[in-house]
């Protein structure tokens, strides 16, 4: 698959709860390329938590960094790159990864997402009065523009991250 001959940068795309860094660094240690996650990026570049730049600077603000970040990451050594789940929404990112790298999707089915993400309070998108609508309609709303990967990997809830890093591989 694309991350044996490392010639682009391979960009994971997906939604939030997808396992995006989890495999990503995954990948990396098996394949020894450098991987970044744009979220910790951006987090390391302002000195604070995602949650805090949403509340703080609002969610343009962090669209713009997350533009930057991942133009930057595009243009340095091929290597694995997770994205946070709205970065590939952007027609701009999506052109620029089509350009620069890979777009791999990892596809998890909606009940996955929501058992994964309910358990942790770190997305803001979801603080709302039902964070499980809520994810419900990112999910029917995203499916078809992640679709627009270039690579898509159909991810069972129960694969583990040793299968799904296998997966990615083998796509
Ligand atoms: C977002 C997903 C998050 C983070 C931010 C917005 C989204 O990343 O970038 O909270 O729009 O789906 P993860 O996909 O890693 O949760």
């Known amino acids: 698959g694309p991350v044996y001959d490392l010639h682009r940068t391979v ?3 997906g939604m939030m709860g997808s396992g995006k860094t ?6 990396s240690a098996r394949l020894a390329v450098p991987f970044v ?8 570049a302002a000195a604070a938590t995602i949650t805090e730049i949403f509340e703080r600077d609002g969610e343009a603000f962090f669209r713009e960094r997350e533009a930057a970040v991942l133009r930057r990451l595009l243009s340095g050594a091929p290597g694995i790159v997770s994205t946070g789940g709205g970065a590939f929404l952007a027609p701009s990112n999506r052109a620029a990864i089509a350009e620069m ?4 999707w990892l596809n998890v089915d909606l009940e996955t997402l929501w058992r994964r993400v309910r358990q942790k309070d770190t997305r ?4 709302t009065l039902d964070p499980r609508a809520t994810l419900a309609r ?3 709303e995203r499916t078809p523009v992640y679709a627009r ?9 129960d694969a583990s991250i040793d299968e799904t890093t ?3 591989i083998d796509v």
Do not use: F, H, N, T
């Open 11 to 13: 960009v994971l795309v």
């Open 22 to 27: 989890v495999i990503g660094r995954a990948l």
């Open 37 to 44: 996650d744009s979220d910790a990026a951006i987090e390391e």
């Open 101 to 104: 790298g890979v777009a791999l």
């Open 124 to 127: 803001p998108l979801l603080r």
């Open 138 to 140: 990112i999910y029917e």
């Open 149 to 157: 990967a270039g690579l898509q990997l159909d991810v069972k809830g």
């Open 166 to 168: 296998q997966g990615v």
